[in-house]
T-cell receptor, first 109, second 115 residues
Framework: RKEVEQDPGPFNVPEGATVAFNCTYSNSASQSFFWYRQDCRKEPKLLMSVYSSGNEDGRFTAQLNRASQYISLLIRDSKLSDSATYLCVVSTGGFKTIFGAGTRLFVKA | GAGVSQSPRYKVAKRGQDVALRCDPISGHVSLFWYQQALGQGPEFLTYFQNEAQLDKSGLPSDRFFAERPEGSVSTLKIQRTQQEDSAVYLC?????????????FGPGTRLLVL
């Protein structure tokens, strides 16, 4: 079993739709959680950190469920520019950072 | 300011050749990470430096892979006797202090193709 698992998708949604991604992690000692975004043939960039209480940044909402060991990302009012791969990232508190394989999102007009 | 830079951006190597990949982190960043990203996969952790100290090299796939950061700034990832399975994008990232909750800033990567 992979340490961080994501549905690879692709998710194909129309503009304006709401879409949600989940990610599960296996190490209960994990301490820090993130969503990164990666455009095709580009480097990953931080989208948002994920806090225990949940957090929102504009159209993006991230939630953490420690008991079930999953993280979610909700995107509301999808834009064409949201088309990318979304990487779930987990750190156990040491130096090693574990990335999921990513979920691909295509937003179409 | 300048972000993380990597060179070369593209490298084609013949099987068995040695290659060296360079990373220039953001100035003042203490922590530096190397990742390997295969096509369709997420980045896989290779190694971590805090200043010049290599504190974790658990992700290096074999003893053909070697990384260094002798002065605590620029880092080099060296792959000896390259194999076809080494073909991937090698990403470097830096963060200010390396605390687990910090943002990692990635360079554009080096695309390595081993023929």
């Amino acid at each position: 079993r992979k340490e961080v698992e994501q549905d690879p998708g692709p998710f194909n949604v129309p503009e304006g739709a709401t879409v949600a991604f989940n990610c599960t992690y296996s190490n209960s000692a994990s301490q820090s959680f993130f969503w990164y975004r990666q455009d095709c043939r580009k480097e990953p960039k931080l989208l948002m950190s994920v806090y225990s209480s949940g957090n929102e940044d504009g159209r993006f909402t991230a939630q953490l469920n420690r008991a079930s060991q999953y993280i979610s990302l909700l995107i509301r009012d999808s834009k064409l520019s949201d088309s990318a791969t979304y990487l779930c990232v987990v750190s156990t508190g040491g130096f090693k950072t574990i990335f999921g394989a990513g979920t691909r999102l295509f937003v179409k007009a | 300011g300048a972000g993380v830079s990597q060179s070369p951006r593209y490298k084609v190597a013949k099987r068995g050749q040695d290659v060296a990949l360079r990373c220039d982190p953001i100035s003042g960043h203490v922590s530096l990470f190397w990742y390997q990203q295969a096509l369709g996969q997420g980045p896989e952790f290779l190694t971590y430096f805090q200043n010049e100290a290599q504190l974790d090299k658990s992700g290096l796939p074999s003893d053909r892979f070697f990384a260094e950061r002798p002065e605590g700034s620029v880092s080099t990832l060296k792959i000896q006797r390259t194999q076809q399975e080494d073909s991937a994008v090698y990403l470097c990232a830096s963060s200010h202090f390396g605390a687990p909750q910090e943002t990692q800033y990635f360079g554009p990567g080096t695309r390595l193709l081993v023929l």
